[in-house]
């Protein structure tokens, strides 16, 4: 199983980016995923998650109404639209598989880490 983040940037305070997590050696339909961010001098973070069996998306409260995860089976990918970014959302972000309970994803803790996208809000 490899995981691979792409779409990071450069970005403005309140402007948008969308990134992408794509799955080789695996079919994500099957596992649930979370996304975490890491800010320089703090502790890596659950972001969101999307389960795998059911129609279930969770988030941080940081994030609630700005941050959106969806996945396209079809295509292996599970994403994270991201708008009105702030300063305080510049972080390396990673997806990972997260643990459910109850087919309900958890962002407790996460595994099988990607190397990362760096986004960087900041005018």
């Known amino acids: 199983l490899q995981l691979v983040e ?3 940037g450069l970005v403005q305070p309140g402007g948008s980016l969308r990134l992408s997590c794509v799955a080789s050696g ?3 339909d099957t596992y649930a995923i ?3 961010r890491q800010a320089p001098g703090k502790e890596r973070e659950g972001v969101s998650c999307i389960s795998s069996s059911i ?3 969770n988030y941080a409260v940081s994030v609630k ?3 959106t995860t969806s996945r396209d089976n079809a295509k292996n990918t599970v994403y994270l639209q991201m708008n009105s970014l702030k300063s305080e959302d510049t972080a390396v972000y990673y997806c990972g598989l997260v643990p ?3 087919s309900m994803c958890s962002m407790r ?3 099988s880490w990607g190397q990362g996208t760096q986004v960087t809000v900041s005018s």
């Open 34 to 36: 979370g996304w975490f």
């Open 100 to 102: 459910t309970i109850r």
């Open 109 to 111: 803790r996460g595994e």
């Open 55 to 57: 129609n279930y998306t």
């Open 6 to 8: 792409s779409g990071g």
């Open 65 to 67: 109404g700005r941050l």
């Open 26 to 28: 695996v079919t994500l």
